[in-house]
């Protein structure tokens, strides 16, 4: 099976270690030389419950997850009855133990329990499919040892032994080679990195110092991969009774002078939105990731969705300022988290970052990061005030001066009540209307420091795809094929969706013969955000709200049915 661009998915039950085998896979394609893209679907169940890990790799940048499926890695029955009728065309190839049955199936039966005892099938798994791409098992049994570190020697000899026994098995049986084109590492060492992994390591780099948070999937594993090296660099994470208390705690230790957030999803942001609130008005830089999956209430807590954009765009009562980013690569995960928490300081309130569960879980792989662009923090100056200190003093950018409570001689006041320029309860309506003003002035701090959107395609195109977030990529592959196949197609795709400044897209969008958006969301709010905006009217919608990640083909096939 000779291909570019191969999709692999494990599939089987919670606890069967598909994720070991689908992770350690990917790290060893990695290590190879290809590229890959890997889409995680899960049930919320610790045990049971069908599951699957796909694996898009080849030796072009893989962009999306695909539909059909070239080789099914089944680790039970029922995962060859869900996906059978997903594999390509010309039938692909299943892979399965000789003692599952799953009647007449064209299928390699692998002899796992001769192989290997029980409780090492999944290594053996690996080593089949790893041989049968035709990758060098030292690669495969160095990312073994690597990934289960310091193992008791008998186990670690044991996955060694499986290893070679699948290698050995592979090598004499009649299964087909199932080698994409061959492998290029000309572009140096690649990382494999999941979204959330990467907005641990903007947060580090952007000089996070506290992290506060209750878990709730698909946010949790931020704040894991914080805690991981929260003691080299110099970081606290403290897991809070709720999720009220992580955004209180967050804007404390804010308050207190140290660059500060939390990570949740919609569930949990929708208890905190009080203490939106209150970093408003209290005039606090705080950065706040929601991790976007279906609701309304409990939802769909593993699956995928797009909407939360209205909720977070108008949580907290009152009005104040807040910048909203929604990266749609690994890459913008890591540049967007470390330039929020310097915007946050600029603008002295809250800042936002969208993502979802199909980011958050999805490994890629990418150069290490470039470090060149990232601002090195920098401590809130404590210089002496001339005079009596104000912490809320009118100004014409409606920044006040920042001090930190015990820095200084200043008497640092702070009131979530409507307050006078020293911090103090008023209520002189006079007064209130000037401070709402102020901080309201603070948006131009924001719109100074917008991520303009990413345009691709000619000028003027027969049809303009509009995207947000995370279907950065989907919308990139399907624009490229159509491209390729003689059709005038443009991209616009938004990293940051509050503020907006349509002197930057409006007249891509007016120039667009048609216009689309593309949006995991049912309503379509970011086109009706657009339109709020701007006035234009996108002419048609394309949206997706099951729980599943939008495809490269689920575009297309929406898009042929016009």
Avoid at 249 to 272: E, Q
Avoid at 417 to 439: F, N, P, Q, W
């Amino acid at each position: 099976m000779d291909s570019t661009m191969l999709q692999v998915v494990i599939g089987g039950e919670a606890g069967q270690g598909l994720v070991t085998l689908g992770e350690l896979l990917a790290r060893c394609l990695v290590r190879s030389g290809y590229h890959i893209h890997v889409t995680q679907r899960y049930m919320s169940r610790i045990r049971g419950g069908h599951n699957t890990f796909s694996i898009r790799f080849g030796v072009e940048p893989a962009d999306a997850p695909a539909e059909a499926i070239h080789v099914l890695v089944a680790l039970d029955a029922d995962t060859v009855h869900l996906h059978r009728e997903e594999m390509v065309p010309d039938g692909g190839m299943i892979i399965i133990d000789e003692s599952l049955s799953i009647g007449e199936v064209p299928c390699v039966r692998v002899p796992f329990k001769n192989l290997s005892e029980p409780r090492y099938e999944n290594v053996v798994a690996l080593g089949v499919a790893a041989a049968l791409f035709k990758l060098d098992k030292s690669i495969v049994k160095e990312a073994v040892a690597a990934y289960f570190g310091n193992k008791d020697a008998s186990v670690s000899e044991a996955n060694q032994a499986a290893i070679d026994s699948a290698y050995t098995w592979a090598e004499t049986s009649n299964a087909p080679a199932l080698t994409p084109a061959p492998a290029n590492a000309a572009d140096g060492v690649r990382l494999m990195m999941n979204g959330n992994e990467a907005l641990a390591l903007g947060a580090l780099a952007g000089g996070v110092k506290f992290c506060a948070f209750y878990p709730m999937s698909p946010a949790t594993s931020i704040l894991l991969n914080l805690a991981k090296h929260a003691e080299e660099m110099g970081l606290i994470v403290e897991q809070a009774e709720d999720e009220i208390a992580a955004l209180n705690m967050a804007i404390g230790a804010s308050f207190s002078g140290s660059r500060s957030m939390t990570a949740t999803s919609g569930g949990g942001f929708a208890l905190m939105t009080e203490g939106v609130s209150l970093a408003g008005m209290t005039e606090v830089p705080v950065v706040i990731v929601v991790a976007q999956r279906p609701g309304p209430a409990t939802g769909l807590p593993t699956r995928t969705e797009q909407a939360d954009l209205e909720f977070v765009l108008h949580a907290g009562h009152g009005e104040f300022p807040r910048a909203i980013f929604a990266p749609g690569s690994i890459e913008e995960c890591f540049e967007l988290m470390s330039r929020t928490f310097a915007l946050a300081e600029a603008s002295q309130g809250p800042v936002f970052l969208l993502t979802d569960q199909f980011l958050a879980d999805s490994y890629r792989d990418v150069l290490p990061f470039k470090l060149n662009n990232v601002a090195v923090p920098q401590a809130p100056p404590q210089e002496e005030a001339a005079g009596y200190y104000q912490r809320y003093a009118i100004t014409g950018s409606g920044v006040s001066p920042r001090r930190i409570p015990g820095a200084g001689p200043e008497l640092v006041v702070a009131d979530s009540d409507e307050h006078d320029e020293a911090g103090h309860i008023t209520e002189d309506l006079a007064l209130r209307a000037k401070m709402v003003e102020k901080r309201l002035r603070k948006s131009k701090i924001l719109i100074d420091n917008i991520v303009p959107p990413e345009y691709s395609g000619e000028d003027a195109p027969e049809l303009l795809l509009l995207n947000w977030g995370s279907l950065k990529g989907a919308v990139k592959e399907a624009a490229n094929r159509m491209r390729a196949g003689g059709k005038s197609i443009g991209t616009l795709h938004f990293s940051q969706v509050w503020p907006l400044a349509p002197v930057q897209f409006l007249e891509r969008l007016q120039g667009a013969r048609r216009v689309v958006c593309v949006e995991g969301n049912a309503s379509g709010q970011f086109s009706r955000l657009i339109r709020r905006e701007t006035g234009f009217v996108v002419h048609r919608l394309i949206s997706r709200y099951d729980g599943l990640p939008i495809t490269p083909d689920y575009i297309m096939e929406e898009l042929h049915h016009e």
